[in-house]
């Protein structure tokens, strides 16, 4: 007789650095993952998972998994290794990382190097924090991604809130800033679409023409770098004209005279310059933004990435405060609604375990100089979690030259063999997120959501939490809280007493797989100003920005690398170099996949006509990328889409599937942005020659 295998469904999250944080739903039978879903009682997800994710249970028990621990027994990058025992394993890291702690070096010269490859709170950042918190090593300062942006955007607004995503489908003009939507945040899409049917406009703003470029009603396509002088060059309008909020400006804002004066050095044939586009285009869009409510702007990261990303950021967040479109639920900005979560953070990372004096910190967007210059006390040992960096971080040259010092003890707890996996002394087998529990906020929606692991895990995998505690324990760490459970961690993140979290439990969650925040239904966070600032208004003048040596008065800040700001390097490097995420990968995530590879087919890079024919490219030719840093092989894909001057190369592509063993951070640099510190990934000069049919 066929005997019937029964199936069950179990509560998921994805885990991935987007802002959706689906909740989903995952069916397992026979100990064996056979289908994942989009739950679709979530109010945010509906039931659908974007391309990347919706074939996860085919990731989890993909026969190329990390499926024991590894030790190295070729050169570095060359991705020989032999397998040894976890015993084995745990013994070599804890007798090196012991002996370099007890060394005159000490222990700051172990780095730990991790972001978003999971953005669980118990696995991405609660005992992992404990372990290297404890043991003393470098402080990692995770910028990378969001970090000008979000400092940016707190200056202004005071803490990453803003309008409920929900909201958008009432919205009648709807402003999509820096964010391809439709690949980068795909379930708010369905909230824009809404809008557009009850008749909102929709504009994008973006170098690029994007897949959500092609939907909305206007694209305009400013330089790179230079969204902060199209913000001001609005305002400026804005307040010529009469059209600003003055009730709204005088009774919950800072800094407006300030602010109103110092805009009028921006007038729109200033500013038509400054981005490239028509003096009319500024004027009818601020005109249309001041004058249409509800209004709302939903900007992303990617517009930060460049020097002056964290101003830029800033300089748009002034916006809706000016117009008063804060008024509206329905109307003000969307960057992160991660500061909407109060979360116990104190009790998730233990700084209490930092010993005196705190160790230096390190910035990841450097990680190739703190690998390859001299730092006192030199890096020697450095430990990847979560993350990639032989492929995603920029100036990829020295990062990687960094990454193959004979000196440099590295540790790898990762899925799959990656780039940096083929650089490490020893890898790791790592969980997926189908294989661990979790517990998930969001920087996109309002919900809680919790991952339960949906099956034991597979070959000889254990999730980052269980590693840092047996790493604990055979160092010798004699706190309770290395002792904590994945869920005891995740009752601590719970366990405050904010509005927003009241009568919010762990088994609560459990029992429903998500919760909404305690935050009205109809949420209108500053519809009557109280801003989670130190004036407790939007601050369009900053103390804060003041006594750090930037313009108090929002300000552009021209790229490091640009015609306008280094004619020299222009003049031998001519396109201006963008690097968006790919539709079908999540920075490296899922770039070794077959069915995401089969959708991005190879690594091109989309050039404009005017750009191909002085240089003799055709459709499809081999091309090399380069500049002073770097160079790599690419696909030409002579296109429109790319303005003048402008190419465009979607990433992460990992090195060791690219055609010539490099990715396009060959051509990313090290510089920083003006705060935050965060990485220039959309700030470099390049030229582009022809190689071949």
């Given amino acids: 007789m066929n005997e019937t295998i029964e199936q069950k469904i179990v509560h998921g999250a994805c885990p991935h650095d987007c802002p959706d944080t689906c909740a989903m739903l995952v069916t397992v039978a026979g100990g064996r993952a056979v289908r994942v879903a989009g739950d679709p009682a979530h109010p945010f997800t509906r039931g659908t998972l974007c391309t990347k994710v919706a074939n996860y249970h085919e990731r989890t028990h993909s026969s190329e998994r990390v499926k024991t621990c590894l030790r190295r027994v070729g050169a570095k990058g060359a991705g020989q290794f032999m397998p040894i025992s976890w015993d084995e394993a745990l013994e070599e890291i804890t007798a090196r990382f012991r002996a370099l702690s007890e060394s005159a070096e000490g222990a700051e010269t172990i780095m730990p190097y991790s972001y978003c490859g999971t953005m669980g709170l118990v696995q991405s950042e609660s005992m992992d924090r404990r372990f290297f918190n404890r043991l003393g090593a470098s402080i990692l300062d995770r910028t990378i991604c969001a970090s000008a942006g979000s400092a940016g955007y707190d200056a202004t607004i005071g803490a990453r809130l803003g309008t409920d995503p929900e909201r958008f489908a009432d919205a009648r003009l709807i402003l999509l800033w820096g964010t391809n939507t439709i690949t980068s945040n795909v379930h708010l899409w369905p909230f824009i679409l809404e809008a557009k049917h009850r008749g909102a406009r929709l504009i994008a703003i973006d170098p690029r023409r994007t897949r959500t470029a092609d939907q909305c009603d206007e694209h305009i396509a400013p330089l790179p770098g230079t969204d902060a002088a199209l913000a001001l060059g609005l305002m400026h309008v804005i307040f010529a004209e009469g059209l600003e909020d003055r009730d709204y400006l005088e009774r919950h804002t800072v800094g407006a005279e300030e602010l109103r004066r110092h805009v009028r050095e921006y007038a729109p044939a200033r500013v038509a310059e400054i981005c490239g586009l028509e003096a009319e285009t500024i004027v009818r869009l601020a005109r249309e933004y001041a004058t249409t409510r509800p209004a709302v702007i939903r900007l992303n990261y990617g517009l930060q990435r460049h020097a002056g990303g964290g101003m830029a950021v800033r300089t748009i967040t002034c916006l809706p405060a000016v117009t008063g479109a804060w008024r509206d639920a329905a109307g003000g900005c969307l960057l992160s609604t991660s500061s909407t979560f109060p979360l116990n953070y104190a009790a998730l990372e233990r700084p209490d375990l930092l010993p005196t004096p705190r160790p230096r910190t390190l910035n990841m967007s450097v990680l190739g100089g703190a690998l390859t210059k001299v730092v006192d006390p030199p890096v020697r040992a450095l430990y990847v979690y979560n993350s990639n960096p032989a492929a995603v971080a920029p100036d990829q040259a020295q990062v990687l030259a960094g990454l193959k010092r004979d000196d440099l003890f590295t540790v790898v707890h990762e899925q799959f063999m990656t780039d940096t996996c083929d650089y490490a002394d020893i890898v790791l087998p790592a969980t997926t997120q189908l294989e661990h529990f979790d517990l998930h906020k969001a920087y996109g929606h309002l919900y809680l959501i919790v991952n339960e692991p949906a099956i034991a895990p597979l070959h000889e995998a254990k999730s980052n939490s269980e590693v840092f505690r ?224």
């Fill in 470 to 693: 047996l790493l604990a324990a055979r160092l010798g760490f004699a706190e309770d809280c290395f002792k904590d459970s994945d869920e005891e961690i995740a009752r601590q993140a719970l366990a405050t007493d904010h509005p927003a979290l009241q009568g919010i439990t762990l088994e609560r969650v459990r029992e429903h797989g998500w919760l909404r925040l305690n935050v009205p239904e109809t949420f209108a966070p500053f519809a009557d100003g109280n801003f989670p600032t130190a004036s407790g208004k939007c601050e369009l003048y900053s103390e804060r920005l003041a006594a750090q040596g930037l313009p108090p008065v929002p300000e552009f800040i021209p790229p490091h690398e640009s015609r306008a700001s280094a004619p020299a390097l222009a003049a031998r490097f001519p396109l201006a170099l963008v690097s968006p995420a790919a539709h079908a990968f999540l920075n490296s995530s899922f770039a070794n996949l077959p069915k995401q590879l089969r959708q991005e087919r190879r690594p091109f890079i989309e050039i404009n006509p005017q750009d191909a024919d002085v240089r003799g490219i055709a459709d499809g030719d081999r091309v090399r990328a380069f500049n002073e840093r770097g160079a790599c092989e690419l696909t030409a894909v002579v296109t429109t889409r790319a303005r003048a001057g402008v190419v465009v190369s979607p990433s992460v592509w990992w090195n060791k599937l690219s055609p010539d063993g490099v990715n396009i951070n060959q051509l990313t640099s090290q510089a920083l942005t003006d705060m935050g510190g965060g990485a220039t990934f959309y700030d470099a000069l390049v030229e582009v020659e022809r190689l071949g049919a």
